[in-house]
């Protein structure tokens, strides 16, 4: 009986891993198939280093957006990525119990916050503090760097916080014997040996930033141009194919999916640099 409810339970969980790799093939063949013939059909290099998007002109060149994506994205990661690390040591290595509840309850809470509240917050709390600020209109590449900084923080601290623990206790009390200080013993003995599970959280954070829509709509500006500056607007390749979809058709239907397939693109060259990182990481050791 046991062995019959085993092989049960092993035909369901074979039957859930291929529905996961089905959807992602299915995706994958919808975005190649319909945006790689409009990619050639607009010719390589006018798709994606064109500065100018210009739908009613047939002007499809969407070089400014992928350089503010990496702009905004970057940002992100510089502005979150610090914090997110010293929050992860803090919590895993000097939180008091007392407080170590309701703080990691407050980050879960970050994270299942909806991007519109998040893009509220932004546009009602950001962008006038920069337009006072600094000047200018205030919706802003600055304005979505700060705002997907924030988002990122508690994908990235989740992740960073449980690679920490990990670590076993006695590489941390090894180096106190050796007479390190508690600080070194963390970040040159327990944070090198998390560095995989840090360069994972770093990477899932790299993936909601670049991925984001609806925050960075309300806030970046929206300006299909190059970008000229921290407080001028931006617009996103999410961006360009969420403001657009609704009503494109013909040939500028078929850009803002060639669009989607630029940015599926990306995604997997980052997860690829995250596999040979962890490889090589793992010959050196």
Not at 71 to 96: K, N, Q, W
Not at 98 to 119: R, T
Not at 149 to 156: R, V, W, Y
Request: glycine letters at 10%.
């Amino acid at each position: 009986m046991n062995h019959m409810k085993e092989k049960g339970m092993k035909i369901v969980f074979m039957i859930a891993a291929c529905t996961s790799v089905l959807a992602v093939f299915l995706i994958c063949w919808f975005l190649f198939s319909n945006g790689i013939p409009t990619i050639a059909k607009i010719g390589p290099l006018k798709f994606l280093f064109g500065t100018e998007w210009k739908p009613s002109n047939d002007k499809f060149g969407i070089f400014p957006m992928i350089v503010a994506s990496i702009y905004v994205t970057g940002g992100a990661i510089l502005v979150g990525v610090p914090v997110a690390l010293f929050t992860s040591v803090f919590m895993a290595r000097y939180c008091p119990k007392k407080i170590y509840g309701p703080l990691k309850s407050g980050i879960e809470l970050m994270a299942g916050v909806p991007s519109i509240v998040y893009g509220f917050f932004g546009l009602v709390v950001l962008v006038p503090f920069i337009r006072n600020t600094f000047g200018g209109t205030g919706t802003s590449m600055l304005a979505a760097i700060l705002l997907l900084g924030m988002m990122i923080l508690p994908t990235i601290i989740g992740v960073t916080e449980s690679a920490i623990r990990s670590v076993p206790e006695s590489y941390y009390e090894g180096s106190l014997a050796l007479g390190a200080t508690k600080e070194r013993s963390i970040f040159a003995v327990m944070i090198p040996a998390a560095k995989s599970g840090i360069l994972a959280g770093v990477v899932l954070g790299i993936g909601r930033a670049i991925g984001e829509t609806m925050a960075v709509v309300m806030i970046a500006g929206n300006q299909a141009r190059m970008p000229k500056g921290l407080l001028k607007g931006v617009r996103t390749l999410t961006m360009n194919i969420v403001t657009e979809m609704g009503y494109a058709t013909g040939l500028h239907r078929e850009a803002l999916i060639a669009t989607a397939v630029v940015l599926f693109v990306f995604i997997l060259i980052i997860n690829l640099s995250l596999s040979l990182l962890n490889r090589r990481s793992e010959n050196a050791q």
